[in-house]
């Protein structure tokens, strides 16, 4: 059972701070990601969190992200980051997202450039229509 009546509120406390906190491509963050619907990816513990790598930042309020799973699994819509916050980590390719930098929690690292470029290679393989 999906808990939308605590995130609601979370969202609502999220929504209201100020968060001055400043990020840039390449970047791993902890995100309040929140609860979704259906079979999008959802946050995890009680603030609903989780990791995302920054696939380009738009603006000092907005960026495209890629959300982390700490599940090993293989295809299109999976490939390996590497270790994220002491976890081996995939990126979920299908679930691409634009969000709102007020949902930035903490950042846990970031991508080295090589690396990096072979992930944005594959979220456009996987995405192309």
């Known amino acids: 059972m999906k808990d939308f009546d605590n995130w609601n509120i979370k969202k609502k ?4 701070e100020e968060n001055k906190l400043y990020f ?3 970047e791993i963050w902890w995100v309040k990601l929140g609860v979704n619907i259906g079979y ?4 995890k513990s009680k603030d609903f969190t989780r990791p995302v790598l920054i696939l380009k930042k ?7 992200a890629v959300p982390l799973t700490s599940k090993i699994k293989s295809g299109l819509y999976y490939f390996p980051v590497g270790n994220v916050d002491g976890k081996e980590a ?5 679930q691409l997202r634009n969000i709102d930098s007020l949902r930035l929690v903490n950042k846990v690292g970031f991508i ?5 470029k072979e992930i944005k290679k594959a979220v456009k393989k996987a995405n192309s229509l």
């Open 40 to 43: 999008e990816i959802d946050g």
């Open 13 to 16: 406390e999220t929504h209201q």
């Open 90 to 94: 995939m990126a979920i390719l299908s």
């Open 24 to 26: 840039r491509d390449s």
């Open 112 to 116: 080295k450039n090589k690396m990096f």
């Open 58 to 64: 738009y603006n000092r309020y907005s960026f495209l």
